[in-house]
T-cell receptor
């Protein structure tokens, strides 16, 4: 069965600090997809990134970077030089059937203080 | 903003009642998924609709049902409400052709409180 664990329930940092959000997943499939979503107070989930199981390249997008390691079943998310606007709940998610039955972790609430 | 709109934004019901939640998908999207997000938890997949038919269902009882209309909008119906049904209900739309991207566009949700 597929499962996503985000062990960090809440993280608080001061602006400009770097922060890493951890995600560990379990799946029996060799083909799967991993995602990160951001949920601001408004409630809607905002798509950040998708990775398929055959693409282990790390990715950087501005202040955001993602480290995918199949050997440890982890897909961690780092925000460099955090800003107050980064405050939100971040979810890691796994899908064995693309765009269907996406399994989310419990989320990590990130608070960035000025 | 994603272009996915949900209504109502908030509602209060009592146990045993029935509720209908509505979702208008983003223009050009033909697939709608519904998720339940309890307080402090991640969203849980309820079901997905494509071409007006259910296309996958999570671990939810039959009293959770849905519809998709020809314009791709969708409804989620919950009968015989229970206290544990209190949650944020999220609708997400996508293009079937993009099924392998897995990028879902979410609305802001309908917050249901069952008393």
């Amino acid at each position: 069965a597929q499962k996503v664990t985000q062990a960090q329930t809440e993280i608080s940092v001061v602006e400009k600090e770097d922060v890493t959000l951890d995600c560990v997943y379990e799946t029996r499939d060799t083909t799967y997809y991993l995602f990160w979503y951001k949920q601001p107070p408004s409630g809607e989930l905002v798509f950040l990134i998708r990775r398929n199981s055959f693409d282990e390249q790390n990715e950087i997008s501005g202040r955001y970077s993602w480290n995918f390691q199949k050997s440890t079943s982890s897909f961690n998310f780092t925000i460099t030089a955090s800003q107050v606007v980064d405050s939100a709940v971040y979810f890691c998610a796994l899908s064995e059937k693309p765009s269907n039955d996406m399994r989310f972790g419990a989320g990590t609430r990130l608070t960035v203080k000025p | 903003e994603t272009g996915v709109t949900q209504s109502p934004t908030h509602l209060i019901k009592t146990r045993g009642q029935q509720v209908t939640l509505r979702c208008s998908s983003q223009s050009g999207h033909n697939t709608v998924s519904w998720y339940q997000q309890a307080l402090g938890q991640g969203p849980q997949f309820i079901f997905q609709y494509y071409r007006e038919e259910e296309n996958g269902r999570g671990n939810f009882p039959p009293r959770f049902s849905g519809l998709q209309f020809p314009n791709y909008s969708s409804e989620l119906n919950v009968n015989a409400l229970e206290l544990d049904d209190s949650a944020l209900y999220l609708c997400a739309s996508s293009r079937r052709e993009d099924a392998f991207t897995g990028e879902l566009f979410f609305g802001e949700g309908s917050r249901l409180t069952v008393l």
